[in-house]
Structures are given as structure tokens and as C-alpha cells.
């Protein structure tokens, strides 16, 4: 396995959900924002919804988790871990959280046996315990015997073999007359909404959904892609509203004084530097390469991103990717190294990466991988991602 590291700085925390579909995503969308000045008595909580401990699952077919957190001050972010690793992470809306904040997170187990599902909420990096459920997948739909009921945390069912483009909308997301904040807002779709994905920007940070025989525009950062996307076409946005400019009060007469004093130099101070805190928020791509007839390997692209949710700077830090194949680890392969993060900054990382062999390969990202920088919190340095590799 080759790769080919490409680093993009970009100012911003990005979510990105993994699919056929994936773009450069730099979108902060404003619903009810929090109250700053409200002190919070003690960390968020957080409940699950569906699945139910016990429910069954199918190896490689998405499980969707319903969960719903909360925090006096708002909730900035939301991790589904399975048997304590971190498989999805998805982020508010507003920079400073949501009071009460429904999400939908999917997770697609790659092997059969019993697992541990546990949700976990921040707000900053004060973090929640986790409630959990245990699942038992199964290698196939025969074997199952108790079905997750996805209606118990507020879904409608899903079919998830139907080949439609369509979007899952994984938090309350507004639904917006074009492709950006500076758009009028039609309405706010509830978190596990499904809509046709109609159209799409050039780089996929927005999709045009079909809601109820009405057109709107979503950001894609908060949004899993479900079916094949791949012929979705790029939609030219409609014009940008106009802002109105208003008339400016004609300025009163300056007064010079006859005499000056010159000023005292203020006192300054050095300001503390803050902690930093990685977290890897996408790690996505072509998750079912296939080896054309003929060849002996096939290569994809795939993204990482990785952001600085902390106070501050990092400085530099290694990253890595470690793939496994029937549970052995098969390479240990570098991600790029990064001179510095700052707070609030995000770097997308693009990776090529050769696979030449058929089975179900295990990808697992690491931010930080060398344990070189002090951190708010090390759990949620991760990501996987499952690639089922198959030959034409």
C-alpha cells in the first residue's frame, strides 16, 4: 500500500460525512444559539434513544443511533464510539452549542460478535459519561432475531438497499433557499429527516434536497450521504439576496484641541497560552474500491481532517494510519506531519492509498500519533473507517 499526503490549511472546524460525495466543508450555520452567561452546574448529559441493548445488527449494513443530548450552556459536540472506538463525531451548528441537541450518528460494524455503542457529549472539552448499548451483529439477515426498531428514537424506517441519492440529516439543520448562511431560511428539518439529494456545489459542501415538492439547500457537514451519488449534478446557486445599505448620519464638526499631552503607554499582558485539543472530525472516502478486471490493485483517495477544538496552538505533531485486514494489522502507513495548529484551525489531509487485495480492510486514523502534544483530552484522537475491497 502506497500513499500520498497533501496538506490544505483551512481556518474553520469542519464535519464531513463519509460518502462517494465529499468536499471541502468550511460551514458555520446559526440556529437557536445558547445562552453564553448561563454557568453551567455540571457537565452535559446525554441519552440513547435506539438501539436498544440487545437489538441485532448485519455485518456491513449501517446502524443508525439516535441519541439526545443536552447542557445548560449548549452542547458543541457529539462522539459514537463502538467497543471504545471513535466511529463518527458530529458538531453543533452554533460555535456556542445547543441546549438540547438530537442527533443521528451511523456506525457499520465490519465484523460479527457483540458490541458496545456508547455516545458521549461535550461542550467544549468538558465531556459527559457516556450512555451505552450492547448489539450482537450477525454475518447475515437470517440470523437475526430481534431487529433494531429505529422508530423508538424517532426515525422512520430506512432503506438502506435503496439505490436513491438522499440525505440523512444528522442534527436539526436549517433548510435554506441557496447555498449559504447569507440565504432566507425556509424552515429547520428535524435531525433524521431523509430527503433526495437533487443537486450539489462543485465541491459538495451543499446539497439541494426535494423536501414536502419544495427545492432548499442544506450544508453537507451535517448531513450522511445515503445510496449512489455519484451522478448527482452541479446546480448553478441562485443569486446571493441583497443586502440593504443604510444611509449613514453625516458626522459632527471635529474639534482640535490646542494643546496635546502625550499618552502614557498602556500596560500590556503576555496572555497565557491556552490548551489544544485534536480531534479528527472526518475520515472518509471510497469505502467499496474495486479492483478492475485485469489489474492487480486498486487506489483511492481519502480525507482526514483534522481540528484544533482547544484554546491553543499544538505545535508539530505527527499523523498515522494503521490498516488491518481479518484483524492483523497489514501496514503501518504516515499521514503527513503537521508544523503547527492553531485554536480553532482545521487541516485537511488527502491520502492515496493502494489496496491489492480483496477482503474487509479496517482503517484507523490517528491524529497526534506520537503522543507529542499536551492535550484537553486524548480520546477523541481518532477515527475508523471500513473498506470492503472486491475484485470486476
Known amino acids: 500500500m502506497r500513499i500520498r499526503p497533501a496538506l490544505l490549511m483551512i481556518v474553520g472546524i469542519f464535519v464531513l460525512a463519509a460518502c462517494n460525495l465529499t468536499g471541502t466543508r468550511q460551514t458555520t450555520e446559526d440556529l437557536t444559539p445558547a445562552v453564553d452567561d448561563v454557568q453551567p452546574s455540571g457537565p452535559p448529559t446525554v441519552t440513547i434513544n435506539s438501539p436498544q441493548s440487545g437489538d441485532e445488527a448485519v455485518v456491513g449494513e449501517e446502524v443508525l443511533v439516535s441519541a439526545t443530548a443536552s447542557d445548560e450552556r449548549g452542547v458543541t459536540r457529539v462522539q459514537l464510539l463502538a467497543n471504545n472506538q471513535i466511529v463518527k463525531t458530529v458538531t453543533s451548528e452554533n460555535a456556542l452549542g445547543d441546549r438540547t441537541f438530537p442527533v443521528v450518528l451511523d456506525y457499520t460494524p465490519l465484523s460479527t460478535g457483540n458490541v458496545t455503542l456508547e455516545v458521549i457529549a461535550f461542550r467544549g472539552a468538558v465531556a459527559s459519561a457516556p450512555a451505552s448499548v450492547s448489539i450482537t451483529v450477525r454475518q447475515n439477515l437470517a440470523q437475526v432475531t430481534a431487529t433494531i426498531d429505529t422508530s423508538t428514537g424517532g426515525l422512520p424506517p430506512i432503506d438502506f438497499n435503496d439505490p436513491t441519492c438522499r440525505a440523512l440529516v444528522n442534527v436539526g439543520l436549517n433548510f435554506r433557499t441557496g447555498p449559504g448562511t447569507n440565504y432566507d431560511r425556509i424552515t429547520v428539518l428535524a435531525a433524521g429527516t431523509t430527503a433526495p439529494i437533487v443537486g450539489r456545489l462543485g465541491d459538495n459542501s451543499w446539497w439541494q434536497l426535494r423536501v414536502n415538492n419544495r427545492f432548499g439547500w442544506v450544508s453537507s457537514d451535517f448531513t450522511t450521504e445515503l ?67 485485469g489489474e492487480t490493485e486498486v487506489t483511492e483517495e481519502y480525507t482526514l481532517v483534522i481540528s484544533n477544538t482547544g484554546s491553543g496552538g499544538t505545535g508539530q505533531f505527527e ?24 485554536a480553532g484551525e482545521s487541516i485537511v489531509l488527502t491520502i492515496d492509498i493502494t489496496f491489492d487485495a480483496e477482503g474487509a480492510y479496517s482503517m484507523q486514523a490517528s491524529a497526534d500519533s506520537n503522543d507529542d502534544i499536551d492535550e484537553l483530552s486524548e480520546v477523541n484522537n481518532g477515527a475508523i473507517l471500513g473498506v470492503t475491497v472486491s475484485s470486476a
Open 319 to 342: 499523523n498515522g494510519i494503521v490498516i488491518s485486514l481479518g484483524g492483523s494489522i497489514v501496514q503501518t502507513l504516515e499521514a503527513g506531519v503537521v508544523g503547527n495548529l492553531g
Open 227 to 293: 445510496g449512489i451519488c455519484t451522478g448527482v449534478p452541479v446546480v448553478n446557486p441562485p443569486p446571493s439576496p441583497t443586502v440593504p445599505v443604510s444611509p449613514s448620519a453625516t458626522p459632527p464638526p471635529t474639534f482640535t484641541p490646542t494643546t496635546t499631552q502625550t499618552p502614557m503607554p498602556a500596560a500590556t499582558e503576555t496572555p497565557t497560552p491556552g490548551t489544544p485539543d485534536l480531534v479528527i472530525t472526518d475520515f472518509s472516502g471510497e469505502e467499496n474500491p474495486v479492483i478492475p478486471s
